[in-house]
């Protein structure tokens, strides 16, 4: 390029016809590629620093879904322990199931009674109001509650609730994290696809340049063969 500068410059001021070829193109392209180095340095600069911002926020929700599994360990860890507690509590209601099963026996004997008493009632009719005793009801049985059964049950729909909390939160930040995940890669396509197009404008440009360049170069071949004809005209006219 710089000896084809030359010679449009000797050129110019033989003829004075001839375009000067501005220095500010020049001075904007790469001399190898012919890439706009000022336009490229800032687009490079902007996807390292938009890339650097997706990198941290993934790296804040990767270390979250990590707190989130610890939790959850944690949780499944004391819901095991508090059911481990909650079997070895039936052990303690036995003896009240016993119980009422040896209460039920006395029933039929305060049916007997009960009916003893209506027959002698029966021949004595002018006793018969305060002779007859009132019924007593069959107690029923009902299995005692332990309030540390209570407590345990209770804390075990918590961690219950802890630990649907905590998944629910796991699989938010999992899907936070797929969304990120694609739209970085969507936004690195884009860009990729952007530096392509530039690419191929800016080497449209280049060969562009040099169909210029070369069509210079024929026309200063021919303006130099004209002078040259000029030469030898005036030399022999002298």
């Known amino acids: 390029m710089s000896t084809t500068a030359t010679t449009a410059v000797t050129a110019t001021t033989l003829v004075g016809m001839l375009p000067t070829v501005t220095s500010t193109a020049v001075r904007k392209q790469c001399p190898s590629c012919g890439r706009d180095v000022s336009l490229s340095q800032n687009k490079t600069e902007g996807t390292q620093r938009r890339i650097k911002e997706l990198e941290g926020q993934v790296r804040c929700l990767n270390a979250q879904a990590n707190d989130a599994a610890l ?5 499944e860890d004391e819901v095991r322990r508090l059911r481990s507690q909650a079997d070895s509590y039936p052990s303690l209601n036995r003896p009240s199931t016993s119980s009422s099963n040896v209460e039920k026996p006395s029933i039929p004997d305060q049916q007997h009674q009960q009916s ?21 009801s069959p107690s029923s049985s009902q299995p005692e509650t332990y309030p540390e059964t209570l407590e345990l049950q209770n804390a075990l729909s918590r961690e219950q609730d802890l630990r649907k909390a905590a998944e629910s939160k796991l699989s938010q930040t999992n899907t ?9 890669f969507s936004q690195a396509n884009e860009m990729v696809a952007q530096e392509r197009r530039a690419r191929v404008k800016l080497e449209e440009r280049v060969a562009m340049l040099e169909r210029r360049d070369v069509e210079k170069r024929a026309r200063l071949e021919r303006l130099e063969k004209a002078m040259e004809r000029v030469d030898r005209l005036r030399k022999l006219v002298g």
Request: glycine residues 0%; proline residues 9%; neutral net charge.
């Open 116 to 136: 003893r008493l209506t027959t002698l009632t029966s021949l004595l009719p002018y006793r018969r109001s305060s002779a007859v005793p009132s019924s007593p």
């Open 71 to 75: 939790k959850l360990a944690e949780y």
């Open 176 to 184: 936070e994290l797929e969304e990120l995940t694609v739209q970085l």
